[in-house]
């Protein structure tokens, strides 16, 4: 069973940018779908980045044209790029893995925390 570790998570002011990482415990194949999901005190978990096994990519209407998500060549570590951070952009960040086979399931990272102060 593959695991995942979020890092890079923090406190930083509404404006700036940080980079989450998630390190997967084997290569990602190319067959597999990651993501990055959030959730805030109350609220439900939601999408917020996609990356197809296909390479094509969704964001959330909220974090168009500020988040990027990607990945490193040795398909190891998925990346969350944030830029123009706002408050409301706290939550819990999880790492997402989608495999299809042997079956389909999906894997999730432990979370790391993002506050956005203003």
């Known amino acids: 069973q593959v695991q995942l570790v979020e890092s890079g998570g923090g406190l930083v002011q509404a404006g700036g940018s940080l980079r989450l990482s998630c390190a997967a415990s084997?290569?990602?194949?190319?067959?597999?779908?990651v993501g990055w999901y959030r959730q805030a005190p109350g609220k439900q978990r939601e999408l917020v980045a996609v990356?197809?096994?296909?390479?094509?990519?969704n964001y959330a209407d909220s974090v168009k044209g500020r988040f990027t998500i990607s990945r490193d060549d040795a398909k190891i570590t998925v990346y969350l790029q944030m830029n123009t951070l706002k408050p409301e952009d706290t939550a819990v960040y999880y790492c997402?893995?989608?495999?299809?086979?042997?079956?389909?399931?999906?894997?999730w990272g432990q979370g790391t925390q993002v506050t956005v102060s203003s």
């Open positions: 997402n893995l989608r495999t299809y086979f042997p079956r389909p399931n999906v894997y």
């Open positions: 990356l197809r096994n296909d390479g094509t990519t």
């Open positions: 084997r290569s990602i194949f190319s067959s597999e779908d």
